[in-house]
């Protein structure tokens, strides 16, 4: 990852967006076997031989018909998956997108140069806001350097949404909207909205065309907090953005009927670079558990966080961090290299600001103050009241583990990523006797706009294995070769997926193209065993790997998600409450699990979250954790 940045490289940013290859259109057919492989474990004789009946008639009936008019679609859109995945991902849930949808977490400072402290807060908010403002940036000039899997260039488009966007709630459809310019494209907004106490603040970034120092920053934010102590706190609108999208949409229509002015503070957060919150909450966390830090960021409150902008980042008033931001513009892999990027340029300095205190003139923040009425208010109390119950289903943990890490998976020629899924398979087999449905998110960037596409873990090899290593009658070596088995599956699906050749997002287009034909559900998507192995989004796993600290939630409550990460360093992390310190840090450096009730949730660190009773949970866990160590790879 270290080479993916530079201020000096010949190549631009966004310079391969048009020489990107079109996102192809698999075949039916083998789509459709891979869609029998995938339901296979779930099934009993009788339901297959039922279902494959079902799949041989969609085949050479209506679902020849809707593949056919996918292809004319991919003909004249280079990715004929790109709007229809934002709409019935993102934009066209109803669902309240803090909870559900957005990503989120704590931020690992506390581990090198800034352990938790009192008095120092802002100190410490406007180096991290001088450093974010240094990345945007390196995309305004187009300086940071493409990503690329080897030596095939990734697409680089979900960059332009990380800074400048917002999501805007509609009544039937959310709209997505971003302000962000590189400076060939021309001026882009350069302000920054701060939140504290209900109240909202907004100053600009730039000072006669520099960026502003941190000794300027935290004269501005030193600002706004005088002001908020010194004062009554304010309404806190920003509550709204947690609600239901209908309610939300339709209070903020009639936010602005009642004043214009509301329209205008409505379209100035929505283009600003970024929402800093200054959150007084205590969360104490230690790199051996996160999990305060990470349960305030995903369930925090929810008067200072605009839960519809791309990036909103909050200092708590011990000095440490953590970030909520909606999904709809991009994948977790941009937020994890700005992550990264952020974390490496603070440990290079020593968390320190190492140049002039001198404060140039300059505006004071203004303050953005909405009118409201007595509706609002009351809509601004049902708006806290919901979120503030669903959050209490949110349960959130996040230790670490080191027994042993990704070295020694590789030492053996096995990927981390697999080793993990392998485990989580076999935790979920041990603890319900039966198979786990699993997601697992494979990123799809070489081709023109992609995002995503997925993977089925559960596979009838990995379901062989989980049931080896629970026979007393069977050997490590017959253990062994079923896991290798179960790798050489996993692999070969991932690899397929990323290129283009996974079926999941296929049989999506082809749902889609009937519904948008007025045609009637086909059968396939009506039969049982679609949605038991997972189908229309009722998988009870919900897995990422993505190569530093994140997570990302589970989709079908309740149900279980588990994001895999590696870095640099050695040993495995997985979240445990119980175990000893050695177990708790396993997987710390190399993996990250996470089970959640929500749509998705992301960190920036390892966190679990879910909605499955705390006996259950706890036991899930522990047996993740005891299953990592048990697998035969480590007997000799």
């Known amino acids: 990852m270290a080479n993916n940045l530079s201020e000096s490289l010949p190549e631009l940013t966004f310079q391969y967006q048009r020489s990107l290859p079109p996102l192809p259109v698999p075949s039916l057919e083998i789509s459709l076997s891979k869609y029998l492989e995938a339901v296979r474990p779930f099934a009993s004789e009788e339901e297959f031989e039922a279902t494959v009946d079902i799949v041989r008639k969609f085949q050479n009936g209506v679902g020849k018909q809707l593949h056919q008019k996918l292809l004319q679609r991919a003909k004249t859109k280079k990715n004929w998956l790109e709007e229809w995945w934002l709409d019935t991902a993102y934009l066209e849930p109803r669902i309240p997108s803090q909870l559900?949808?957005?990503?989120?977490?704590?931020?690992?400072?506390?581990?090198?140069?800034?352990?938790?402290?009192?008095?120092?807060?802002?100190?410490?908010?406007?180096?991290?806001?001088?450093?974010?403002?240094?990345?945007?940036?390196?995309?305004?000039?187009?300086?940071?350097?493409?990503?690329?899997?080897?030596?095939?260039?990734?697409?680089?488009?979900?960059?332009?949404?990380?800074?400048?966007?917002?999501?805007?709630?509609?009544?039937?459809?959310?709209?997505?909207?971003?302000?962000?310019?590189?400076?060939?494209?021309?001026?882009?907004?350069?302000?920054?909205?701060?939140?504290?106490?209900?109240?909202?603040?907004?100053?600009?970034?730039?000072?006669?065309?520099?960026?502003?120092?941190?000794?300027?920053v935290l004269r501005q934010l030193s600002y706004v907090k005088e002001r908020c102590e010194g004062e009554p706190e304010g309404h806190g609108v920003a509550a709204l953005t947690s609600e239901e999208r209908t309610r939300w949409a339709k209070t903020r229509e009639h936010l602005i009927s009642i004043d214009p002015h509301n329209k205008t503070v409505l379209e100035t957060i929505q283009s600003s670079l970024f929402v800093l919150s200054l959150d007084e909450t205590k969360p104490y966390s230690t790199p051996e558990n996160y999990t305060n830090m990470a349960q305030a960021a995903l369930t925090g409150d929810p008067t200072i966080r605009w839960g519809d902008k791309s990036y909103n980042f909050f200092v708590f008033s011990d000095g440490t961090f953590g970030s909520n931001c909606d999904h709809a513009p991009y994948d977790a892999m941009v937020l994890v290299l700005f992550c990264w990027y952020m974390d490496q340029q603070i440990r290079s300095t020593d968390g320190k600001w190492k140049g002039s205190d001198v404060v140039r003139p300059m505006s004071l923040p203004e303050e953005l103050v909405f009118t409201v009425d007595e509706k609002v208010q009351s809509d601004i109390s049902h708006a806290k009241q919901q979120y503030l119950e669903s959050a209490q289903d949110l349960q959130v943990v996040s230790y670490t583990f080191i027994a042993f890490g990704k070295t020694a998976i590789k030492q053996r020629k096995l990927h981390p990523d697999t080793f993990v899924q392998l485990a989580m398979q076999f935790a979920y087999y041990r603890l319900h006797k039966r198979p786990g449905s699993c997601y697992e998110t494979a990123m799809t960037r070489r081709f023109y706009h992609g995002r995503t596409e997925t993977i089925r873990p559960c596979t009838q090899e990995a379901v062989n294995w989980c049931k080896a290593m629970i026979d007393p009658t069977c050997s490590v070596n017959a253990k062994r070769k079923a896991m290798l088995k179960a790798f050489s599956k996993h692999n070969t699906l991932m690899a397929e997926a990323q290129e283009g050749k996974g079926f999941d997002r296929h049989l999506l287009g082809l749902y889609l193209i009937a519904k948008e034909q007025g045609l009637p559900t086909p059968e396939l998507f009506m039969d049982p065993l679609y949605t038991k192995s997972g189908g229309g989004g009722n998988f009870v796993l919900s897995t990422s790997l993505t190569g530093y600290f994140t997570g990302l939630g589970g989709q079908a409550p309740p149900g279980a998600t588990a994001s895999s990460t590696t870095s640099e360093m050695t040993g495995l992390w997985s979240p445990s409450q119980h175990g000893n310190l050695a177990i708790r840090q396993m997987l710390r450096q190399c993996s990250t699990a996470s089970v959640a009730p929500c749509t998705r949730c992301s960190t920036w660190l390892p966190h679990l979250s879910y909605k499955y009773p705390q006996q259950t949970l706890d036991r899930l866990i522990y047996i993740f954790t005891v299953s990592l160590s048990s697998l035969p790879l480590f007997e000799h």
Request: net charge neutral; charged share 20%.
């Open 100 to 216: 559900n949808v957005n990503v989120g977490g704590a931020a690992p400072y506390l581990e090198h140069c800034w352990p938790p402290a009192e008095g120092i807060y802002l100190q410490r908010a406007s180096v991290v806001t001088w450093h974010t403002l240094q990345y945007w940036n390196l995309l305004r000039m187009e300086r940071l350097a493409p990503q690329k899997s080897g030596k095939t260039v990734l697409d680089m488009d979900q960059f332009r949404m990380l800074f400048c966007t917002c999501k805007v709630p509609g009544v039937q459809k959310d709209t997505l909207h971003n302000y962000f310019k590189t400076e060939r494209e021309g001026p882009c907004p350069s302000h920054i909205v701060v939140m504290c106490r209900g109240r909202i603040f907004t100053f600009d970034a730039l000072c006669d065309g520099q960026i502003l120092t941190p000794p300027e």
